[in-house]
């Protein structure tokens, strides 16, 4: 199974991979840019080059966040065209899993306490255990907060990403994980969740975006009518 994978919680990352029914997942193509306000620039001419018209794709994968408003649409959006221009389903995967599966890849018999930065001084975090060779179980969160709060959550476990990395007083990062989001791993994490739906497993692909609080910018209420 040929799957698109993107996503655009902080800069932007696209692979594409060819997933087999078993075995290991083969990266086709990949790209990324770290810059994390120039989604809409950055992914469309990648995704264009990993994905010429009229290739094979049998599946869109794209991380649902947590993540800002802004680059977190963009990337939703770009799924949902890509699987409708193309015919394919659209599965959707926590972005924070996708690091969680990274650090647990090294470190399978732990647990993983994932932080990514929020931005307003705060983290998105999660925590985890391996669910298998391929997925994870999440065992609290997605939760947005300060990093002090995200540590109550961490004791015992490997703490892993960007957010760790900003606020390393309060939420120490575990040395030697990964701390950047791998785009091909969603394939691994699509194909162990739809094996799981297959065998009646109730499983998490939707594409409804976590943001996790309200937008930085709201449209104005309309002035009132002057009688």
Known sequence: MRILCLDTSSGSAVALTDAPAEGPVTVLGAAHSPDPRRHAESLAPMTAELLPAGSELDAVAVGTGPAPFTGLRVGLITAAALGRARGVE???VCSLDVLARQALDLRPDAEVLVATDARRKEVYWARYRARGADDVERLTGPEVGPAARAAEDASGALVVGAGAELYSEQLPP????????DPAVLARLVRARLAGRVAGERVELGTEPRYLRRPDVHVAAAPKRAT
Request: hydrophobic share 25%.
């Open 174 to 181: 575990t040395p030697g994980l990964p701390t950047r989001l």
């Open 90 to 92: 659209v599965h959707g």
